[in-house]
């Protein structure tokens, strides 16, 4: 048996407090509600308001498939402080004129188009792969599922930061030789050698496999 505490610390990396909403539907109004648990998590209370799910070598939740979605529906994915994570509900859109129970309204024009969406990804941080790292093969494995498959979250973008940031343990960049004008100490730290290569490999690896590159 894992460790708890290690695994913990990466799902906290997740930033699992989100609501997420698809829509398929000309309407734009609701009524009613249709409710399916996801698959569980395991939840874990550190006394602070609120809970983490815990992932181990043996046991690690998944988040329910969002496909098919009934035509005039929706499915709404929402994490909250009162002990949700990723919990799915299925809302059927309501045509008439009139909204019960209710002041949210959300409108859908498919004539309009804005910007593009490529994704949603998160950052190779030092924290994150320390985390990652200090965790067995298995639980690994376990954690890229949560963040880059089709049983988790599916992350589809990855930002690597360059040097040291708020999640390291120390400040450094890649020439830290005060004057150094011509960059002659220019050098990778051993934070990107250990920590972010390391991590990168790991999702190259992952995704090879799940056949889902990582922009």
Do not use: W
Request: with cysteine; charged share 20%; aromatic share 10%.
């Amino acid at each position: 048996m894992e460790t708890v505490v290690q695994p913990v610390l990466v799902f906290l990396l997740l930033g699992l407090a989100v609501s997420g909403i698809l829509f398929r539907s000309k309407s734009s109004e609701v009524a009613g509600v249709e409710e399916s648990l996801n698959l569980p998590c395991k939840k874990l209370d550190f006394g602070h308001g609120s809970v983490v799910c815990v992932c181990t070598a043996e046991y690690c939740d998944t988040v329910e498939a969002v496909n098919p979605i009934p035509a005039g529906s929706f499915v709404m994915y929402t994490s909250s402080k009162n002990g949700h994570r990723l919990y799915r509900s299925n809302h059927p859109f309501n045509s008439s004129n009139s909204i019960q129970d209710t002041d949210v309204t959300f409108t859908l024009d498919k004539k309009s188009t804005y910007q593009e969406i490529l994704g949603f990804g998160g950052a190779f941080t030092d924290a994150a792969a320390l985390n990652m790292l200090n965790v067995s093969t298995k639980v690994q494995e376990h954690l890229l599922h949560s963040y880059f498959s089709a049983k988790g979250i599916e992350y589809t973008l990855g930002r690597v930061p360059m040097a040291g940031t708020d999640f390291s343990t120390r400040k450094y960049s890649y020439d830290d030789v005060e004057g150094d004008l011509g960059l002659k100490n220019f050098s990778l730290a051993k934070e990107d050698l250990q920590y972010k290569v390391c991590l990168l490999y790991c999702h190259c690896r992952f995704s090879v496999s799940i056949n889902r590159p990582l922009l």
